[in-house]
């Protein structure tokens, strides 16, 4: 990406899928740009990227709207960057890679942010969270705010399991129940 990168919005996604599924030739009436984007968010969340996604299994979809997502979201994605552009989930995406990929950087930005604060820990995604296991390797300061009991966000792809296992990934950090 080049410095001056675009995030779209939902309706600009949208707007883009449906100009990549017409490209294809698929229909949007059968193939709405609204259940393809959801499929690539889902994706998207759990560090699936469009090479990935064609390797793995179709997660329960119809296998008319499987055959259109493997088709379309690397055409997507190649949009996107031909457009200088990314959506929110390539912003989370990219980063936890990124990190995850540069350990150099890692360590850089670990060293930098030494203090880390996430509330509503129970709502975090998977991208999120290896961004602030990244984040919390060498300085682990790490306060962590959340209510397994209030997890909302699942249907966007918050995976409750991450504050689950907090007192495994985090064995000395210190506990404070608000019961």
Known sequence: LQPNYTILDTSD?????????????????????AKVAARISTSKNRLIGPDEFALSPGGGIGDTLLRVVTEAY???????QNSNAVDFDDLLLYVARLLEENPAL????????????VDEYQ???????RIVRALSQDHRNLCATGDPDQSIYAWRGAEIGNILRFEKDYPDAQ???LE
């Open 106 to 117: 890692r360590s850089q930005l670990d060293e930098r942010f030494q203090y880390v604060l």
């Open 123 to 129: 709502d975090t995604n998977l991208p999120q969270y």
């Open 175 to 177: 506990i404070v129940r």
């Open 13 to 33: 996604q949208r707007r883009l899928l449906k100009s990549v599924l017409t490209e294809l030739g698929h229909d949007v009436k059968h193939s709405p740009p």
């Open 74 to 80: 690397p055409a997507y994605q190649r949009a996107l």
